[in-house]
């Protein structure tokens, strides 16, 4: 038995979802992610795990085009794609099938632009649909939306048919004013192209309640269908569909994104504050005519290969070479000199061969170097198809691109515009990799190669081969509304403008690299140094140690970031002297792992990645006044702030060891296992959680509060690891806390100084951030004394609900630590 719920839909029309007998609908909180606004649906890889083969083509008089003649099912006959339902009531909608103009219609009543419209119902999707012989169903399906699941949880869910603005889709207008579409459409002088895009029917992925929607919460994961112009549709001005070919490029298009982005971006798309190539003398080239390793000057053009290795591929005898072999050159490389030749240039920049492998010195010389490497490069060739570099770049010589979908409906034809970049790279071996993430991010210009199609994305615009318009739409920056909608941050991998824009965003930086995989741990500070070297040339610069960043300058902008008392109506910066600023910077938090050896522990690189890498907001709090030196080698040291002044022309900071004194207030601790209470009025129905917890004494009541966050977990011997932690006590740094701040005496070294619960709870004095040593037996490494090592992080919170006894005590005393 069935039953039949309805849940609010679109312009006030209600949605029916069928439920199963004894399945209690809203009970079951299937409907969350529609009731929060915030939760984001589940997207599948772009194709299934096996893509629709290419249809057999050699009946048709064209093999690139698919001609509908009695072929397509009963489903798809009932679809009129020469005149769908209208998104216009001003528009002959039978001109879609000719390519005419299509201008948006404004829904005066809801206030916003209408960009999407719906068109039919498509029913489910079955299983064998690859092996389907209608044309139209097999190139519906290779655009459709995938899902991993249904916020419903119900599956097959049924789909339906849209139609789409192409201008919406390129430039994001999800940041304009109410989707206003009509002015991009009217400042770039263009009309509207409608696609079409197939979705999972409402309401298994569309979330309404909002004012339209986000497109990457909808269509195109795995494209769209354009309709490709006709000759005498280009003298329009409008995007249109590409069709392309599996076994070439078109490098005339290639060239043409090249050449408008260095027309229109001059000063966007410019190299940075990078250093200059005339500071690497080792910096070497391939002439790609003459296969020859060259010297290089400042004035010679070239394009950068980004690509991976491979577990099996090492350096061989490419530390002494000045030539490029005939045989057995990885074909990434081969295919990377044919490109480079194709687009004009003559000189290619590769690692395997351009750094001289053997030679430490001259190799770091060039890892420190990686920003201008990139950066100056006229573009960087991104290989991201397959798993390393025998794969190949997609379409060049040997390895044929997967076979674009298309159909033809009478005269007009329809290609897929393939699947969205993002997902394509999140799947990518590319993308998993620690060294290529800098490379990506640091180049202005990246044109990456992937199985389906090229792509182009500088720091203003992006391109690729199935979509066609005119250059100066995609590439010339025109102001609306005072925003500058040059191409949707929501469709692109790379960052819109400089890769990194304001100082707060290094931090985003470091925790995408420390997710990335790495095939020497001892590359975890190396593989992101040319990331710092932007930064460091900064004014005022970003300096880092050992992988931290010493942020002495921020701008925030929005509360609840801004200081209470601020009466700026912009933007701010505030300023910190090196010590918190370093303190700041030891406020990091992640999921268990081992060591990485050689790397200080109070540093992420100190810890085995990948890794999930979180930095807590840092203003709010107030932080102890605490102390650092550097210790430049052993028994040597030197005051951080000293030390922080001493910094380069470029920023950097000279050479220093592993280990950091630190002078500050701390607690003792004590951990037992057992269970928490996460309970409360407000979060009733929390779950108790199992683990390590803060145990305090307060008269003769053991009381656990607060979990450790452990940093360090040994699998070898876990409960010998935790029989440790619950023996005797445990020194933690303050690092923050909230309230007023510690009484004076904790500034003077040695003295203990004793807080009530009470005295806390009065003065708000709680959530006091704590960074949990570990005590380890000094070897010859360490100058033979003994150090601490990080263990984890702990927020001692005083819940008032606890209902402490005054009695109790918080002793904290300020201390010295030699941390490693």
Not at 575 to 580: I, K, S
Request: net charge negative; proline share 7%; with cysteine.
């Amino acid at each position: 038995m069935t039953s039949t719920d309805y849940i609010p839909g679109p312009n006030g029309k209600k949605i029916a979802v069928t439920t199963s007998s004894g399945e209690d609908f809203l009970s079951l909180n299937k409907l969350h992610f529609l009731l929060d606004p915030d939760e984001a649906p589940f997207h599948a890889p772009p194709r299934d795990t096996k893509p629709p083969e290419p249809l057999e083509l050699s009946e048709v008089s064209n093999a690139n085009q698919i001609t509908l003649v009695n072929q397509i099912c009963e489903r798809c006959s009932s679809i009129n794609l020469r005149n769908p339902p209208s998104l216009c009531n001003e528009i002959d909608w039978g001109g879609l099938a000719n390519s005419r103009r299509a201008i948006v219609e404004e829904q005066r009543s809801r206030g916003i632009t209408q960009i999407e419209g719906y068109v039919c119902d498509l029913g489910h999707f079955p299983e064998d649909f690859n092996i389907s012989t209608c044309p139209l169903c097999r190139a519906l399906a290779s655009v459709r939306t995938r899902l991993l699941r249904s916020p419903l949880g119900l599956r097959p869910w049924p789909y339906e048919l849209h139609v789409v603005s192409a201008a919406y889709v390129h430039f994001g207008i999800d940041r304009m004013p109410r989707n206003d579409i009509t002015q991009i459409l009217e400042s770039r002088r263009i009309s509207d192209t409608v696609i079409f895009a197939v979705d999972p029917k409402p309401p298994h992925i569309f979330f309404y309640g909002r004012v339209g929607f986000w497109l990457t919460e909808h269509s195109g994961t795995s494209g769209y269908l354009y309709p490709v112009a006709s000759e005498e549709d280009r003298m329009e001005r409008r995007f249109s569909g590409r069709q392309l070919q599996t076994d070439h490029i078109d490098y005339s298009v290639v060239r043409s994104w090249i050449d408008s982005c260095q027309t229109y971006h001059l000063e966007a798309c410019a190299s940075g504050k990078s250093n200059s190539l005339k500071d690497t003398p080792s910096f070497r080239l391939i002439d790609c005519h003459t296969r020859q390793v060259v010297s290089a000057s400042t004035e010679m053009p070239y394009v950068a290969l980004s690509y991976t290795w491979g577990s099996g591929s090492t350096s061989g005898d490419t530390e002494t070479r000045s030539d490029i072999p005939i045989d057995g050159t990885a074909l990434v490389i081969e295919d990377a000199m044919t490109v480079t030749k194709e687009l004009g240039l003559r000189y290619l920049w590769v690692d395997k061969y351009c750094i001289i492998q053997g030679d430490l010195q001259v190799k770091m010389e060039q890892i420190q170097n990686m920003d201008a490497v990139y950066d100056r490069a006229e573009v960087t060739i991104i290989a991201a198809a397959g798993e390393n570099g025998s794969f190949g770049l997609p379409g060049v010589s040997s390895r044929h691109r997967i076979a674009q979908p298309s159909v033809q409906v009478e005269n007009r034809l329809f290609v897929s515009s393939g699947p969205h970049l993002r997902d394509l790279l999140r799947l990518s071996k590319w993308a998993s990799r620690g060294w290529t993430y800098q490379e990506g991010l640091i180049s202005k210009r990246r044109l990456i190669f992937t199985e389906y199609q090229t792509y182009f994305e500088c720091a203003s615009a992006h391109c690729c081969e199935a979509i066609d318009a005119p250059p100066d739409v995609l590439f010339q920056e025109k102001s609306v509304n005072g925003a500058n909608p040059m191409a949707s941050r929501d469709f692109r991998v790379f960052p819109l403008g400089k890769p990194i824009a304001k100082a707060h965003q290094i931090v985003e930086r470091i925790r995408e690299y420390a997710s990335k995989e790495l095939t020497y741990k001892s590359d975890a500070l190396n593989g992101i140094l040319g990331i710092f070297a932007v930064v460091e040339k900064w004014v005022p610069s970003i300096s880092h140690l050992w992988g931290i960043p010493i942020l002495t300058q921020t701008e925030i902008t929005p509360p609840p970031f801004r200081s209470p008392d601020s009466t700026a109506s912009g933007s701010e910066w505030i300023t910190r002297d090196p010590n918190e600023a370093l303190l700041i910077g030891l406020r990091w938090a992640i999921k268990p792992t081992k060591r990485n050896p050689g790397f200080p522990s109070w540093s992420w690189t100190g810890w085995a990645g990948p890794l999930q890498l979180f930095f807590p907001s840092a203003n709010a709090e107030i932080r102890p006044r605490t102390n650092f030196w550097v210790e430049i080698y052993y028994g040597h040291l030197v005051e951080w702030t000293e030390f922080h002044a001493s910094r380069d022309h470029d920023g950097k900071l000279p050479p220093v060891s592993r280990f950091l004194h630190v002078e500050g207030p701390a607690v003792k601790l004590e951990f037992r296992w057992g269970l928490l209470s996460r309970k409360t009025e407000s979060f009733p129905h929390q779950e108790d959680k199992y683990g390590l917890h803060v145990l305090l004494h307060v008269n003769d009541l053991q009381i656990s509060i607060c979990p450790l966050h452990i940093t360090r977990w040994e699998d070898y011997d876990v409960q010998a690891f935790v029989d440790r932690l619950l023996r005797g006590t445990w020194d933690a740094l303050i690092l923050s806390h909230c309230g007023s701040p510690l009484p004076p005496e904790t500034d003077v070294l040695g003295e203990e100084v004793g807080i009530s619960y009470e005295t806390l709870g009065k003065e708000k004095r709680t959530d006091f951030e704590l960074l949990v040593l570990e005590p380890v037996p000094g070897g010859r490494d360490e100058g033979g004394d003994a150090y601490y090592e990080r263990l984890g992080t702990v927020k001692l919170v005083f819940p008032e609900s606890l209902e402490l006894p005054s009695a109790g005590l918080l002793k904290v005393e300020r201390k010295r630590f030699r941390i490693g």
